[in-house]
């Protein structure tokens, strides 16, 4: 089993074997015609993401600067919008459903090193994947750590650094992160907090 077999069953690899080290450069060259794209040539980006991604619905978007290491280790479904400062390390697969909505500088981390020194020097690391559900949105500043599952319909709160596994249809947020609450359907009627909606289209 060579290091990139490795890696994918989240196994410890070494990551400059195995021509690991050249797919992120190649990763790097697509990211970096991503993040110095002319603002006159914006239409581009999603063309540019369909080219860096392993999988993606027929609209996405990510506002530039975005970070991975692979690229082709991130699956994105229908409806997918990511705003400035996305950080992605896709050692490990990252997933997304659909209707997915990031906020700024957010970071998904499917990378990790040992706790012990003399393991963490040996150079072994490892990746273990990280999944979004249906109709998430992650708020601004938010970390994500390996292994963790997102689901459907969850919010999770500004500035969380979610270290364990959030349910579907939940209020989520914190250090660690944690359920505050569920989403009923009183939350139907409101756009922010106690401010209700004006209009009858949504």
Not at 10 to 16: I, K, S
Not at 57 to 69: A, L, T, Y
Not at 145 to 167: E, Q, Y
């Amino acid at each position: 089993m060579n290091q990139k077999e490795r890696m994918l069953k989240g196994l410890p690899y070494r990551a400059w074997e195995d021509n690991l080290d050249g797919e992120r450069d190649a990763c790097q060259e697509k990211i970096y015609e991503l993040n110095m794209i002319k603002p006159d040539k914006r239409k581009k980006i999603p063309e540019l993401i369909k080219a860096l991604f392993g999988k993606t619905g027929k609209n996405i978007w990510v506002e530039p600067p975005f970070r991975c290491d692979y690229g082709w280790n991130i699956e994105a479904g229908e409806d997918f919008y990511a705003n400035y400062g996305l950080t992605i390390l896709d050692v490990g697969k990252v997933t997304f459903g659909d209707n997915v909505m990031i906020a700024p500088n957010v970071s998904i981390y499917t990378a990790g090193h040992p706790i012990h020194p003399d393991s963490r020097n040996s150079g072994y690391e490892y990746g273990i994947p990280i999944s979004v559900g249906n109709n998430v949105w992650i708020g601004g500043n938010t970390v994500i750590l390996p292994g963790v599952s997102i689901g459907d319909n969850a919010v999770i709160g500004a500035g969380s650094v979610v270290t364990k596994n959030v349910p579907d249809n939940v209020v989520a947020a914190g250090n660690p992160c944690r359920v505050i609450r569920k989403i009923t359907e009183d939350d139907r009627k409101f756009y922010y907090k106690n401010y209700e909606f004006d209009v009858e289209d949504y």
